[in-house]
């Protein structure tokens, strides 16, 4: 069976809508600068409550998974390219800010579509 792109899309975006447990090592807010040639990620810690809610280690408050957030990055990753990025983060820092394998496979996934954006000049919005 042939796949086309909408099926394939239709699939992914189902995928979306899954509960997904919250990486005690952070969160990544990940775009593109397309002038400078790079893809971004800025880390930012959290605590995952009793709840599995994040909340900001240094207030205690709830971090809503949307909206404006007025919160302060911990570190900014920057690659030329998905496995750039992805060397720095898992393989080059210490401790790894990314505790689950879950979520290291979403960053991937993301990190290569950010990286197609970057090459297609195309705009990336983070899934």
């Known amino acids: 069976m042939t796949q086309t792109a909408e099926s394939l899309s239709t699939i992914d975006n189902e995928l979306s809508k899954r509960h997904i447990d919250l990486d005690p090592g952070g969160y990544f807010l990940i775009y593109v600068d397309g002038d400078g040639g ?3 990620a ?3 810690t959290n605590v ?3 709840r599995g809610l994040a909340v900001n280690p240094d207030t ?3 971090i809503p998974a949307k909206g404006k957030v007025e ?3 911990s570190t900014v990753f920057t690659g030329r390219t998905a496995k750039e990025l992805s060397v720095k983060i898992f393989e080059e820092t210490q401790p790894c800010p990314v505790t689950m394998l879950d979520h290291a496979a979403y960053l991937g996934r993301e990190f290569v579509r950010a990286e197609f954006a970057l090459i297609s000049g195309k705009d990336y919005i983070q899934d």
């Open 60 to 62: 205690g408050e709830v």
């Open 42 to 44: 800025k880390h930012f």
């Open 48 to 50: 995952i409550d009793d």
């Open 71 to 73: 919160r302060t990055h």
């Open 38 to 40: 790079l893809i971004c």
